[in-house]
């Protein structure tokens, strides 16, 4: 033997030097009995403990190979950083984890049992589910663009996760499911939320408003913003509850309340349109200059009056009951005709100058006298009971008779070319004398000292007519 000598029954040749063969086996580095070694690049180990390694042998009971060294066989497996018992351990980019315990992943070996991977690291697959930003347990956590949260809690979310059960995604961050409905401004629980362009709020209390959100049970959408729905209807200039509400280009007022107008709303139990400004329909009717109580008013050109109280008129409303329209203006239609003036109806004609009551007024070119004591006559009315047409002017026809002056009572006047003379009284005459008794002339001159022998008669004609 290269060392020295050894009884040959009990050596085998070896590069290092002669072992009892029934002892060695060769090896690389050096003989081991054979009985015990296995060759190895690194050395001999006994052949019953080892198994080849690229680092060393390794007792094959024991050992699998592995890129990093040899790991015994019960308890290792392969690991591109070095063996763990394959008891134990999945290989992993990072390093080994005892397989009944780990995963791959690329960030390193969590327990299988507990991890799953995940792109920053693993964590125990029974409570992990892949997540951008990390593992989080599967249990409880879904994918997120942000992080990983519990899956029973969390919805994915482009701000980050929020638990399902509590969560959905929203563009500004995740609120729970249970309460929350996406909005672009964040989420609001969607037992309580509506989408809303400015912020959410629960959908069981608000309905989208360009302004923001209101509950729904509460609010409609509206341009200014929310109001109740129970409350509101829409409206150019805002909210207010439907209940109560009608559009109204000015603003909203309660329905119950509110009929649309021009100027604003007024309550549509009590208003009706109208171009100056709304009132109360069961009061209003519409009117050009403004509206008056419909009960009450009639449209007017100059504004409303009751209609149960107006007719129409081109100066004003008068009630109806009380005005016939008039180019002057409106009386009371029991009161009034139409003439320059309103006269009651039952009082007036009309007149070309006025009206006067119809039962004391007939028409005449000079005005209106009452018809039961008036005849027409170029001059004026006068009575017809009383008076007959006259050149000059009316006298009463009992007691008037025509004359080319003027009229003198039929009874007491006869036609005279100057003019007319009572007819028991006189006769025609150029000079149209009176004569007067003595006595006549004596009472008039003690009574009037100037007057003395002026009268020669007993009597003024006519009593002065």
């Known amino acids: ?202 959908a069981s209390e608000v309905a989208s408003s360009p302004d923001g959100p209101v509950a729904a049970s509460e609010v409609a959408s509206s341009p200014d913003g929310p109001v109740a729905a129970s409350e509101v209807a829409s409206s150019e200039d805002g909210p207010v509850a439907a209940s109560e509400l009608a559009s109204s280009e000015d603003g909203p007022v309660a329905a119950s309340e509110v009929a649309s107008s021009e100027d604003g709303p007024v309550a549509a139990s009590e208003v009706a349109s109208s171009e100056d400004g709304p009132v109360a329909a069961s009061e209003v009717a519409s009117s050009e200059d403004g509206p008056v109580a419909a009960s009450e008013v009639a449209s007017s050109e100059d504004g409303p009056v009751a209609a149960s109280e107006v007719a129409s008129s081109e100066d004003g409303p008068v009630a109806a009951s009380e005005v016939a329209s008039s180019p002057d203006g409106p009386v009371a239609a029991s009161e009034v005709a139409s003439s320059d003036g309103p006269v009651a109806a039952s009082e007036v004609r009309s007149s070309e100058d006025g009206p006067v009551a119809a039962s004391e007024v007939a028409s005449s070119p000079d005005g209106p006298v009452a018809a039961s004591e008036v005849a027409s006559s170029p001059d004026g009315p006068v009575a017809a009971s009383e008076v007959a047409s006259s050149p000059d002017g009316p006298v009463a026809a009992s007691e008037v008779a025509s004359s080319p002056d003027g009229p003198v009572a039929a009874s007491e006047v006869a036609s005279s070319p100057d003019g007319p003379v009572a007819a028991s009284e006189v006769a025609s005459s150029e000079d149209m004398c009176l004569s007067f008794s003595s006595e006549d002339r004596a009472s008039f001159a003690g009574e009037l000292p100037w007057f003395g022998e002026a009268w020669d008669s007993t009597s003024l004609v006519s009593k002065y007519s």
Do not use: I, L, N, Y
Request: hydrophobic share 40%; no cysteine.
């Open 1 to 202: 033997s290269p060392d020295g000598p050894v009884a040959a029954s009990e050596v085998a040749s070896s590069p290092d030097g002669p072992v009892a063969a029934s002892e060695v086996a060769s090896s690389p580095d050096g003989p081991v009995a054979a009985s015990e070694v296995a060759s190895s690049p690194d050395g001999p180990v006994a052949a019953s403990e080892v198994a080849s390694s690229p680092d060393g042998p390794v007792a094959a009971s024991e050992v699998a190979s592995s890129p990093d060294g040899p790991v015994a066989a019960s308890e290792v497996a392969s690991s591109p950083d070095g063996p763990v018992a394959a008891s134990e351990v999945a290989s992993s980019p990072d390093g080994p984890v005892a397989a009944s315990e780990v995963a791959s992943s690329p960030d390193g070996p969590v327990a299988a049992s507990e991890v799953a991977s995940s792109p920053d690291g693993p964590v125990a697959a029974s409570e992990v589910a892949s997540s951008p930003d990390g593992p989080v347990a599967a249990s409880e956590v879904a994918s997120s663009p942000d992080g990983p949260v519990a899956a029973s809690e969390v919805a994915s979310s482009p701000d980050g996760p929020v638990a399902a059960s509590e969560v959905a995604s929203s563009p500004d961050g995740p609120v729970a499911a249970s309460e929350v409905a996406s909005s672009p401004d964040g989420p609001v629980a969607a037992s309580e939320v509506a989408s809303s362009p400015d912020g959410p709020v629960a």
